[in-house]
T-cell receptor
């Protein structure tokens, strides 16, 4: 089954404790992206990757890191989480840039205390 | 900078009536305009999209229209049903980096 998976689905953590949210897709997509969703603000792009070892900042990259060492995986790293990073996070993939259908993961609800 | 404005933020319609959501974009070079639906607690999913060489596209009860001159596009849902209740997001492609610029979303409520 073609899918995008994220782990964990829910996470409560404390300020400053490093965490990683994993994202994996099995569709051999070149493009992957991370978004955060906050009430009234829609989907805001954090980072995206056009292919392996190619990443770029989105609209709200501060406080986040990403890596793309393999085509299927695109982890999101919060080195020192802060309460303003409390949000719903979605990973997405598509076969080419942003102008093709994006397939979203199930989301990760992160709370930073 | 480039942006997409989406209106209204909340739309309540009677079951069976039509719903229209409108988005305005700023980048005249945008050429791809998708609409995503997000049901409560679920992930966004593409429901329809349109490219700039087409003025209208239909898929059963949903349709999207594009006015390039005015730089706006709209989602039309006819004969609304309870399962249409969701948040709908529009987006427009950015020519500068080929990413999507997203609208803030419209919560559609279908009243029985």
């Amino acid at each position: 089954e073609a899918q995008v998976t994220q782990n964990p689905r829910y996470l409560i953590t404390v300020t400053g404790k490093k965490l990683t949210v994993t994202c994996s897709q099995n569709m051999n997509h070149e493009y992957m992206s991370w978004y955060r969703q906050d009430p009234g603000l829609g989907l805001r792009q954090i980072y995206y990757s056009m292919n392996v070892e190619v990443t770029d900042k989105g609209d709200v990259p501060e406080g986040y890191k990403v890596s793309r060492k393999e085509k299927r995986n695109f982890p999101l790293i919060l080195e020192s989480p802060s309460p303003n990073q409390t949000s719903l996070y979605f990973c997405a993939s598509s076969r080419g840039q942003g102008t093709h259908t994006q397939y979203f993961g199930p989301g990760t609800r992160l709370t930073v205390l | 900078g480039e942006n997409v404005e989406q209106h209204p933020s909340t739309l309540s319609v009677q079951e069976g009536d039509s719903a229209v959501i409108k988005c305005t974009y700023s980048d005249s070079a945008s050429n791809y305009f998708p609409w995503y639906k997000q049901e409560l607690g679920k992930r966004p999913q593409l429901i329809i999209d349109i490219r700039s060489n087409v003025g209208e596209k239909k898929d059963q009860r949903i349709a999207v229209t594009l006015n390039k001159t005015a730089k706006h596009f709209s989602l039309h849902i006819t004969e609304t049903q309870p399962e249409d209740s969701a948040v709908y997001f529009c987006a427009a492609s950015s020519k500068s980096n080929y990413q999507l610029i997203w609208g803030a979303g419209t919560k559609l409520i279908i009243k029985p």
